[in-house]
T-cell receptor, first 110, second 114 residues
Framework: RKEVEQDPGPFNVPEGATVAFNCTYSNSASQSFFWYRQDCRKEPKLLMSVYSSGNEDGRFTAQLNRASQYISLLIRDSKLSDSATYLCVVTLLNDYKLSFGAGTTVTVRA | GAGVSQSPSNKVTEKGKDVELRCDPISGHTALYWYRQRLGQGLEFLIYFQGNSAPDKSGLPSDRFSAERTGESVSTLTIQRTQQEDSAVYLC????????????FGQGTRLTVV
């Protein structure tokens, strides 16, 4: 079983729609969670950290469910510029290693 | 520098030649990572450094791949006797524990083996 698994998508949504997707992780000792965004032929960039209580950054909301071992990302009022691949990243306590999911592709259409 | 710097940005090499890829992390970042990304694929973990030590080399695909880091700064990824399947973008990232392990990536080195 992979350490981090994501639905590859693609999720094709119209502008203004809400889109949400999950990422599951296999190691219950996982401690830190992040969502990264990767545009085509570019390097990944940090979108947001995911905190235990859930957190919001503008139109983006991240949630953590430790019991079921998944994190989620919700994008409200989608913009064309939100089209990208979203990467889930997980680390263990006191371990620097970043485990990446394969990514979820989101395409927002006009 | 302000960000992670990788060089060269592009490298075309002949099959069988050795290549060295360089990464300059953000100053003060103690963790450094190398990943490989083939076209249309996800990030494949290669190795990470904690300081100058590499506690996890499990991702290196073969003994043709090696990496080192000196002075808790610059890292070099070396690929010997390159093969066509080594063609990919090689991404380096660094992080500082005080920031909750948020990692910042360089723009990558696009390696093409012909």
């Amino acid at each position: 079983r992979k350490e981090v698994e994501q639905d590859p998508g693609p999720f094709n949504v119209p502008e203004g729609a809400t889109v949400a997707f999950n990422c599951t992780y296999s190691n219950s000792a996982s401690q830190s969670f992040f969502w990264y965004r990767q545009d085509c032929r570019k390097e990944p960039k940090l979108l947001m950290s995911v905190y235990s209580s859930g957190n919001e950054d503008g139109r983006f909301t991240a949630q953590l469910n430790r019991a079921s071992q998944y994190i989620s990302l919700l994008i409200r009022d989608s913009k064309l510029s939100d089209s990208a691949t979203y990467l889930c990243v997980v680390t263990l306590l006191n371990d620097y290693k970043l485990s990446f999911g394969a990514g979820t592709t989101v395409t927002v259409r006009a | 520098g302000a960000g992670v710097s990788q060089s060269p940005s592009n490298k075309v090499t002949e099959k069988g030649k050795d290549v060295e890829l360089r990464c300059d992390p953000i100053s003060g970042h103690t963790a450094l990572y190398w990943y490989r990304q083939r076209l249309g694929q996800g990030l494949e973990f290669l190795i990470y450094f904690q300081g100058n030590s590499a506690p996890d080399k499990s991702g290196l695909p073969s003994d043709r791949f090696s990496a080192e880091r000196t002075g808790e700064s610059v890292s070099t990824l070396t690929i010997q006797r390159t093969q066509q399947e080594d063609s990919a973008v090689y991404l380096c990232a660094s992080s500082f524990p005080g920031r909750g392990y948020e990692a910042f990536f360089g723009q990558g080195t696009r390696l093409t083996v012909v």
